[in-house]
Structure formats: C-alpha cells, structure tokens
C-alpha cells in the first residue's frame, strides 16, 4: 500500500512502525516502476495509476474520470512528481510504502 503527502513533508514526524523508510535514491522509482497504485483521490475518490517504465502514468478513478501524463522522481527531494496533460503544473508527492499490504 502507498500512501503519498503533498509537499513539504516536516521531517520532525515520527515514522509509525508500519511504515518503512527508504535508504536508497533508487528505491522511490523502483517502488512506482511498473506499478498500479490504488488510493484515494481528494476530489475524484477512489481509483488506480499505472506508473509505466517509459515514464507515462495513467489514472482512472472509480467515477469515470481518465487522466494520463508523464512521472518521475525528483533527484533534489526524492518526491515522485507528475505532470498530468491538462495540467501546466507538476505535482509532487513524498511517498511511504506501508508494510501492511502488496503494492501490485
């Protein structure tokens, strides 16, 4: 399981021992490669994003909406950023993987 926090993440939290912490640059991207995140969204509610190799990410939420776009993670923050196509903005996201549960 995934769970993403806008920016800035204060680095004073307390990581829950359900969460794990990553040690290398490269486990952000592996973590996304070739994945299907399922979550959450604030405005669209539930739904899942593929995170392709390639670097294009695709979204459908639950309630019909389709976005596709371009990701990456950010070399200075270790934040995984996406630039949807509608969008002239990139968003990005501190990820945690949660011990809890697969990431397929």
Known sequence: ???STPQP???AWHTPPDRL???TK????ELHNSKTVTGVHFKLGPGRAYYSEDGSVVS????GKKRSGKWWIDDKTDTRCVRWDHMNKDLCHYT???RMGPIH
């Open 1 to 3: 399981m995934l769970y």
């Open 9 to 11: 993440f204060p680095s």
């Open 21 to 23: 912490i990553f040690h």
């Open 26 to 29: 490269a486990e952000p991207k």
């Open 60 to 63: 459908n939420s639950d309630s």
């Open 96 to 98: 945690e993987k949660l």
